[in-house]
């Protein structure tokens, strides 16, 4: 039987009419709108649409936005008075700071500056920590989107040994730690593959749920995974399509035409973790509007 299709397009559209819904009661009980802020420094195209999908996806359900968009020079301290100034924004419930950024500035530096209650990202230091040890925190949206799709489609992972490739502070190491957690669409077994491992099939074809997240297009083929398998492709690559009128097409990390025929579920590539990345940012948006409303009215 050909793998169940896990359409993260659609439903991330479900959970923004939900979002909307909430955004309007809380604009209209208590004049608060949420807000986010965009930081984008230098040229990089794959940032620059990720940073326009997900404006967009802030103008549909109510959003307030606002897009800084810096050139590749700006300086260490230029951007961290600009995040100080969001960091004191009533207006701004959170701010986002598109990665990767240039070489010159330091990524780790920059992420600590943004308020931690404005980290809507989730890769504050604060909040990866509380994540580790399973506080109520702002989790990372892509592998929040991929416990979130797994939790709609009803499909349980106590007790499952879910593998992930890949060790990458955004998806693999909160992945794992998601997971991990004693509760509900988590609890599971947890393996992380990384470029060291000299058999990845050896990990991979023990997976009940394997998560691909290494940024190789294509990487994994129907002799890695196990029948009936789950499989999350996570990767967005860009390959040459002479068919195509930009000169490429986006795949993921996984051989989708091969895997689907062993899988028994599936993410496609595009339309399965992308749209449920954005859809878990504007969760996580909300939540911080929530969060700042509740400080000072209660709701
Ligand atoms: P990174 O490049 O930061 O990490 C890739 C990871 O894969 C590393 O840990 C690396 O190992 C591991 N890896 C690479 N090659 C191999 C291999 N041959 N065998 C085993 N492990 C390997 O990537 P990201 O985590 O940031 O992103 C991964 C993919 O997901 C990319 O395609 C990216 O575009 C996509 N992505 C998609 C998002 C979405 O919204 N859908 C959001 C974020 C990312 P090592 O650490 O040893 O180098």
């Given amino acids: ?3 169940l299709i896990l359409d993260g397009k ?6 923004k009419r939900e979002i909307k819904a909430e955004t ?8 608060i709108i949420p807000g986010l802020a965009f930081i984008l420094v230098g040229n990089n195209p794959a940032s620059e649409s990720y ?9 549909e359900i109510g959003f307030f936005s606002i897009t800084e968009k810096l050139p590749d020079k700006t300086e260490q301290d230029f951007l961290t008075d600009l995040i100080n100034k969001y960091n004191r924004d009533p207006l701004i419930h959170g701010i986002l700071v598109q990665l990767p950024l240039p070489e010159h500035l330091n990524s ?3 992420i600590e500056v943004i308020d931690p209650r404005k980290d809507v990202d989730g890769f504050h230091p604060i909040n990866v920590g509380k ?4 506080l109520d925190c702002f989790k990372p949206c892509t592998p929040a989107g991929i416990q979130e799709l797994l939790k709609r489609y009803g499909i349980k992972t106590t007790g499952k040994h879910i593998v992930i490739l890949g060790r990458s502070n955004i998806v693999g190491k909160p992945a794992a730690n998601i997971f991990l957690q004693k509760e509900n669409f988590a609890n599971a077994i947890v393996t992380i593959v990384h470029s060291a491992a000299d058999d990845i099939i050896k990990y991979t074809r023990q997976a009940d749920i394997l998560i691909c997240a290494t940024g190789k297009a294509e990487f994994v083929n129907s002799d890695m995974i196990k029948k009936d398998a789950i ?3 996570v990767g967005i690559n860009r390959i040459p399509d002479s068919k195509s009128k930009s000169g490429y097409k986006i795949v993921g990390d996984v051989d989708f035409a091969s895997v689907s025929k062993i899988a028994s579920a599936i993410t496609p590539v595009p339309g399965g973790i992308g749209p449920m990345t954005i859809a878990m940012l504007l969760s996580n948006t909300l939540k911080a509007a929530k969060n700042f409303t509740n400080a000072y009215i209660k709701i």
Avoid: H, R, T
């Avoid at 999908?53 to 103008?59: D, E, F, S």
């Fill in 1 to 3: 039987m050909p793998a």
């Fill in 10 to 15: 659609k439903i991330a559209e479900e959970i």
């Fill in 24 to 31: 309007d009661k809380l604009k209209s009980q208590y004049g």
């Fill in 51 to 59: 940073v326009k999908m997900k404006n967009k996806a802030c103008n």
């Fill in 108 to 110: 780790d530096k920059i």
């Fill in 131 to 134: 994540l580790v040890i399973g």
């Fill in 231 to 233: 499989v999350i492709d």
